[in-house]
C-alpha cells in the first residue's frame, strides 16, 4: 500500500543568505568537506567551497599537519593506500582573515582475516591483546565481531568476550584481559572469519541465543509460519554467531534495494551479515522463569527485522518471539522451501482488517504453542512464565500489537513503532493494558494525512495515544522517519532513506545508533516495568538522558498535551490576530485563540469532541464579523465539523460530517462572492476519497464534488476563488495513478459555484507532487502554489499556473534553499510572494523566503529550534507592512512560536507556547 504518512522534510546545510551577509567579510564555508571510505588504490577527492571576499588561500591538513602542495580548494588524492587513512581539514584564508572547515575522515581498507596481532603483559600481570584484520569499503557503515576464547591448557576452551568493532575506527582494537595473573599460562584466540553486523551489541548481562522453528495454525486454516526465539543463553566455544538472514530473504526484501527510488542495493551487505546470537545455545540457568515478549513484524516486513531490540531484550532476561506473517515478502522454511507472501494488497479498510485478523490469530497460535512448549519443550519447558506475556511491532505490526492488547487477556503491556491506526476499534476504545507508542519525527500530530486514506479514514496515531486512559506512554524522536524503527536504519543509507522515505521535520537523521539505543532503552524501561516490576523512573518523564525525544508525553503525568499551533493566522477587523492549534487546551482536543499585535494570548475556545476536535485549518472572518473555520474531528459522528465563533470566542456547530457529505475537513473555508462559504473534506463522499462542499452562513451543506481519483483524491487545501468567479484548488493525490505506487502524485482543478469540475494540471513527480497547500492568485492574473515534493531534486516546488492550466515550475527544492512545502504563498503589497518550508535552511529547521513573481528566490529566515522550528501555515501580512506566522515546534519551551518577520528578514517572536 501507499503509506504516504511515513513522509518528511529533507534538510541540507544551506548558508546562501549568510554567505550574503558576509560578502565582504571573513571567508565562511558553505560546504565542508566530507568522510570518505574506500578500498585500497581507490582514487580520491576532498573539496571545500568558501564564500566572503576573494581571492581565498587554502591550505589542507593531514593529522593536523600542513601538506605540501595542497594549495587549492580540492585535495586530489590518487592510489589511496592504509597510510594515507587519517584525517583531513583545510584552512580558508583572505585579507581578513581564515577559517579551518570541518575534519574528514578518510578510512582505506585492505580486506584481511581477523586474528590477534599482539599480546603484552601490562604491569600487575593484566594481558594486553591487540587485534588486526577487516573487511572492504562496502561494510564500513557496520561493525565486525571479534568472538574471543581463552584456554589454560590448549584443550578446554571457554568464551571469554565478544568484541564489536566500528569499521571505520582508525585506530588498534585492544582488549585488556584482567583475570589473567590468575593463571599459570593463558591462551587466546579469535576466528579468522569476518563477522559484519549492522547491529549494536545487546546491552544487558546475558549472551543471547536463538533457534526458529516452523508453526502450524488450525484456527486460519492450518497456515505455516516460522518463528525465531531469542532467550538469555549460556555461551559455548566454537559456536559462532547465526546469520542475520537467510539469503533468499537479504534478495527479496525490498527494503534491502532502493536502485528504483534513487538509493542504494544492499543486498550483498545484508546477506553477508551475522546477528549476535548463538544458535541452540543453552537457556541460562540465572533465573528460573523469564517472561514472554512478541515481535510482530511491518507491512511485508520479516520476524528479524527488529533484531538489535529483540536481542538486547533477551539479554536483559526475556524470551523473545518474532514471527513471520502473510505478507512477509519472503520466509524460509527449515527443510529450505521458500514462501511469498500470501497478502499482496492492503489499499481498502477490508484488506486490512483482514491482514490484522490474521496476524493476530497467528500470535494467539504462539500463545498457544508456547504452553504446550512450557510443558515439553528440552529447551524451554518450566522456564517460560507465561502470566507476563508483552508484545510489540512495529508499522503494521504496531496497530496489530494493540489488537492483541484489546482483545487478548494473555498480553499484560504492548508497545508500537510508528504503528499505523485506522481500526475504529482501537482507536476509539481504550486498552486496559500499558501501551508504549514511539513516533517518528516527521510529522506532526494528528498526522497531516498526506492523502492516506483506506475507505475515506485517514491513519491517526495521535487519537489512537489520546483514547487511553492510564499508563499510556508517547515518545516522538526528533530526526527519524518511519524507516529509523527498523534494524533497516541501521543497514541503509541516509541518502537511501531520503529517497524512499523523505527526511525528517529537523531536516536532518539522528545517527541509527543513537536511534536504537533510545528505542531499546525506552523499550526496556517499559517491559521491566509492567512484566517485571523493576522501575529505573525513565517513564516519569522527559529524560536528561534522550534529549533527543522531543516530545514525551504520559497519562499519569502529562493530562492535557501541548498546543502546537500549525494553522495560518487571520487579521480580524479589530486588528488582533486569530488562529487554532491542532490541540491542547482544557480538553486536549484542540483550541482558537486571539493574539495582540503586541503578543497577548487569549484561549477564545477549548474544543470538547461533541462541538469538535483537532483544527487543522486557520479561520476566515465573513462578511457578518463573526469566524468560521473546520476541525478535522469531533462532532455528531466524530468525522469532523464546520463552524462559527464570534471575535469574543461564542462557539456554534454548523456541520457536522456524516460521511456520506464529507468527512475529516482538513482544510479551511473560503467566502465566495455569493456569500456562501466553500471548501473540501479529505475522504467521505461518493467514494471516500474527498468531496468540495457549499455552505451557507446559516450551515445549510451541498456537496458539489465528490472526486473519483482520475479528477483528484484527498484534497489538503482550502480554495480561493478567481476574478473569473470560479474556484481553483488542489488534491494532494489521484491524476496519473500509473506513478507514486497507484495513488497519484495529485492536481490542480478548476470548479464553477455550481459544481462543474475541470482538471487543470496533473502532477507526475517532475513538475511538482503531492499539492497540500491553497493557491494564490497574484496580481497579473496567474496562480502560484507549491507542492511537498517532486521537481528536479524530489524535494518540493514553487510553480505558477495561469488560469487555463498552463504551468511552469519556477523553483524546484534542492536541501540547500529548503524543502518540503506544506504552506502555500501570499503576495506582498510590495508584490513579491512570501512563503515557508518545512524544513532546510541554515538551521535546518525550515525557512521564511521571498520570491519575485518571476521566480528568483532569497531565504529570509531559517529556523534553528531556538527561534522556532518546522512553519507549515501561510503567513500573513498585517497592516504594518510585516508579516506574522507559526511555527510548529520550536521556541523557548520547543511546543511551537508565533513570528513576526519584516520583508528584509528582521525576525521577532511574539508567543512562545
Not at 77 to 106: F, K
Not at 129 to 143: D, H, I, N, V
Not at 408 to 421: I, L, M, Q, V, W
Amino acid at each position: 500500500m501507499n503509506i504516504r504518512h511515513f513522509r518528511n522534510l529533507v534538510v541540507s546545510i544551506c548558508l546562501g543568505w549568510l554567505a550574503a551577509s558576509l560578502a565582504s567579510a571573513q571567508p565562511f564555508i558553505t560546504i565542508q568537506p566530507t568522510n570518505r571510505f574506500v578500498n585500497a588504490s581507490a582514487a580520491v577527492t576532498f573539496t571545500v567551497t568558501a564564500s566572503g571576499t576573494g581571492p581565498f588561500g587554502y591550505q589542507w591538513l593531514f593529522d593536523g599537519t600542513a601538506m605540501n602542495g595542497a594549495n587549492n580548494s580540492s585535495l586530489p588524492l590518487s592510489n589511496v593506500q592504509p597510510a594515507s587513512s587519517g584525517y583531513y581539514s583545510v584552512i580558508v584564508s583572505n585579507a581578513t582573515g581564515s577559517v579551518t572547515s570541518q575534519v574528514a575522515e578518510l578510512k582505506v581498507f585492505v580486506a584481511a582475516p581477523h586474528n590477534l596481532s599482539g599480546i603484552q603483559v601490562e604491569p600487575g600481570g593484566s594481558a594486553s591483546l591487540s587485534f588486526a584484520g577487516e573487511t572492504t569499503a562496502s561494510f564500513a557503515p557496520y561493525y565486525d565481531l571479534y568472538p574471543l576464547e581463552t584456554s589454560s591448557n590448549l584443550m578446554d576452551w571457554a568464551p571469554l568476550a565478544t568484541l564489536q568493532r566500528t569499521n571505520t575506527a582508525l585506530d588498534t582494537l585492544r582488549f585488556l584481559d584482567a583475570d589473567a595473573p590468575q593463571f599459570s599460562q593463558r591462551f587466546y584466540r579469535t576466528p579468522t572469519n569476518v563477522l559484519a553486523t549492522p547491529d549494536p551489541q545487546p546491552t544487558g548481562p546475558y549472551p543471547v541465543g536463538t533457534f526458529s522453528m516452523l508453526l502450524t495454525n488450525t484456527y486460519r486454516t492450518n497456515a505455516m509460519f516460522m518463528v525465531t526465539f531469542w532467550y538469555p543463553a549460556v555461551a559455548q566455544a566454537g559456536v559462532l554467531p547465526a546469520k542475520y538472514v537467510e539469503p533468499q530473504v537479504a534478495a527479496g526484501e525490498w527494503d534491502y534495494n532502493f536502485t528504483s527510488r534513487g538509493g542504494g542495493n544492499f543486498i550483498s551487505q545484508v546477506t553477508a551479515f551475522f546477528s549476535h546470537s548463538l544458535s541452540n545455545a543453552p537457556l541460562a540457568t540465572n533465573l528460573s522463569v523469564y517472561p514472554v515478549v512478541l515481535y510482530d513484524p511491518a507491512a511485508t516486513g520479516h520476524r528479524r527485522e527488529n533484531t538489535d531490540k529483540t536481542e538486547d531484550l533477551a539479554s536483559w532476561g526475556y524470551v523473545v518471539v518474532g514471527l513471520d506473517t502473510s505478507d512477509t515478502q519472503v520466509s524460509v522454511f527449515p527443510d529450505g522451501t521458500v514462501v511469498y507472501a500470501q497478502t499482496t494488497s492492503l489499499n481498502t479498510m477490508a484488506q486490512w482488517d483482514a491482514d490484522i485478523e490474521g496476524r493476530l490469530l497467528d500470535l494467539q497460535c504462539v500463545l498457544d504453542e508456547l504452553q504446550t512448549l512450557n510443558i515439553s519443550d528440552p529447551r524451554l519447558g518450566g522456564r517460560l512464565d507465561l502470566d507476563k506475556i508483552g508484545v510489540f511491532g512495529w508499522s503494521l505490526g504496531g496497530a496489530t500489537a494493540a489488537q492483541l492488547c484489546l482483545r487478548d487477556p494473555r498480553c499484560k503491556a504492548g508497545a508500537g513503532f510508528d504503528g499505523s491506526f485506522f481500526e475504529t476499534n482501537v482507536v476509539t476504545q481504550p486498552l486496559s493494558v500499558p501501551y508504549l507508542f514511539f513516533r517518528g519525527g516527521d510529522g506532526p500530530d494528528p498526522s497531516s494525512g498526506g492523502g492516506t486514506l483506506l475507505d475515506g479514514r485517514p491513519d491517526d496515531r495521535w487519537e489512537f495515544y489520546n483514547e487511553q486512559v492510564t499508563n499510556a506512554y508517547w515518545v516522538k524522536l526528533v530526526s527519524t522517519v518511519h524507516l529509523s524503527f527498523g534494524d533497516v536504519d541501521l543497514i541503509l543509507d541516509s541518502g537511501s532513506i531520503a529517497a524512499g522515505w523523505g527526511v525528517p521535520m529537523s531536516g536532518q537523521f539522528l545517527p541509527p545508533a543513537r536511534v536504537s539505543q533510545i528505542i531499546r532503552a525506552y523499550l526496556l524501561s517499559f517491559f521491566n516495568k509492567y512484566l517485571k516490576g523493576q522501575d529505573d523512573h525513565l517513564l516519569d518523564g522527559p529524560s536528561p538522558a534522550y534529549p533527543e525525544v522531543m516530545q514525551f508525553l504520559s497519562t499519569s503525568s502529562f493530562p492535557v498535551p501541548p498546543e502546537y499551533p500549525s494553522a495560518a493566522l487571520v487579521q480580524g477587523g479589530d486588528g488582533n490576530f486569530y488562529g487554532t492549534t491542532t490541540y491542547g487546551g482544557t480538553n486536549g482536543l484542540g483550541t482558537a485563540f486571539q493574539v495582540t499585535p503586541a503578543g497577548a494570548l487569549t484561549t477564545l475556545v477549548s474544543f470538547n469532541g461533541t462541538n469538535g476536535s483537532y483544527p487543522y485549518a486557520g479561520l476566515v472572518q465573513g462578511s457578518d464579523g463573526n469566524f468560521y473555520g473546520t476541525t478535522c474531528y469531533g462532532g455528531a459522528g466524530d468525522l469532523g465539523t464546520v463552524f462559527q465563533m464570534t471575535p469574543a470566542g461564542m462557539l456554534t456547530t454548523l456541520v457536522s460530517f456524516s460521511g456520506t457529505n464529507g468527512s475529516y475537513p482538513y482544510a479551511g473555508l473560503v467566502q465566495g462572492s455569493d456569500g456562501n462559504f466553500y471548501g473540501t473534506t479529505l475522504g467521505g463522499g461518493a467514494r471516500g476519497i474527498g468531496t468540495i462542499f457549499q455552505m451557507t452562513p446559516a450551515g445549510a451543506l451541498t456537496t458539489l464534488v465528490s472526486f473519483n481519483n482520475s479528477d483528484g483524491a484527498a484534497p489538503l487545501a482550502a480554495l480561493v476563488q478567481g476574478t473569473n468567479g470560479n474556484f481553483y484548488g488542489t488534491t494532494s493525490q489521484g491524476g496519473n495513478l500509473s506513478v507514486n505506487s497507484g495513488a497519484g502524485y495529485g492536481t490542480v482543478f478548476e470548479m464553477t459555484p455550481a459544481g462543474v469540475l475541470t482538471t487543470r494540471v496533473v502532477f507526475s513527480g517532475s513538475n511538482g507532487g503531492s499539492p497540500t497547500a491553497v493557491l494564490v492568485q497574484g496580481t497579473n492574473g496567474n496562480f502560484y502554489g507549491t507542492t511537498e515534493y517532486g521537481g528536479a531534486s524530489g524535494k518540493g516546488t514553487v510553480f505558477k499556473m495561469t488560469p487555463t492550466g498552463v504551468l511552469t515550475t519556477l523553483i524546484s527544492f534542492n536541501l540547500a534553499n529548503g524543502c518540503k512545502l506544506s504552506a502555500g504563498l501570499v503576495q506582498g503589497s510590495d508584490g513579491n510572494l512570501y512563503g515557508t518550508t518545512d524544513g532546510g535552511g541554515a538551521g535546518g529547521g525550515g525557512t521564511v523566503f521571498k520570491m519575485n513573481p518571476a521566480g528568483v528566490l532569497s531565504t529570509l529566515i531559517s529556523f534553528n529550534g531556538a527561534n522556532g522550528n518546522s512553519p507549515q501555515a501561510p503567513l500573513v501580512q498585517g497592516t504594518d507592512g510585516n508579516f506574522c506566522g507559526t511555527t510548529e515546534y520550536g521556541g523557548a519551551n520547543g511546543l511551537g512560536t508565533v513570528f513576526q518577520v519584516t520583508t528584509n528578514g528582521t525576525l521577532t517572536t511574539l508567543v512562545s507556547f
